[in-house]
């Protein structure tokens, strides 16, 4: 079974800067996209980034030409480059990945437990 780890979360005024990251871990799996999502209070989950196996990206509206994200192979890992933050950028920061359980011989879409993300003067 795969696991997803997000980290890199917390308090930083308007205007600064976060990293986020997702690791995952397990073995003899591929995957195939991981998608970045973040959720405030009372309102619904938004899609904020998307990054394929190939490398291709999308972003959300309200994160693009702020929002960056990449991936590291090599670590199994991908991050999300937040600059410019604003206080609308508050909320849980959950990464999601899809892709191929080798051993289990099926796909999978597994999510991390999240980060929180404060943007407050």
């Known amino acids: 079974q795969v696991q997803l780890v997000e980290s890199g979360g917390g308090l930083v005024q308007p205007g600064g800067s976060l990293r986020l990251a997702c690791v995952a871990s397990?073995?003899?799996?591929?995957?195939?996209?991981t998608r970045w999502y973040r959720q405030a209070p009372g309102n619904q989950r938004e899609l904020v980034a998307t990054?394929?196996?190939?490398?291709?990206?999308n972003y959300g509206d309200s994160v693009k030409g702020r929002f960056t994200i990449s991936r590291d192979n090599a670590k199994n890992t991908v991050y999300l480059h937040m600059n410019n933050l604003k206080p609308d950028d508050t909320a849980a920061y959950y990464c999601n990945a899809f892709g191929f359980d080798y051993g289990l011989r099926q796909q999978f879409l597994y999510w991390g437990q999240g980060t929180q993300v404060t943007v407050s003067p």
């Open positions: 397990g073995s003899n799996f591929k995957i195939d996209a």
């Open positions: 990054i394929s196996s190939g490398g291709i990206t």
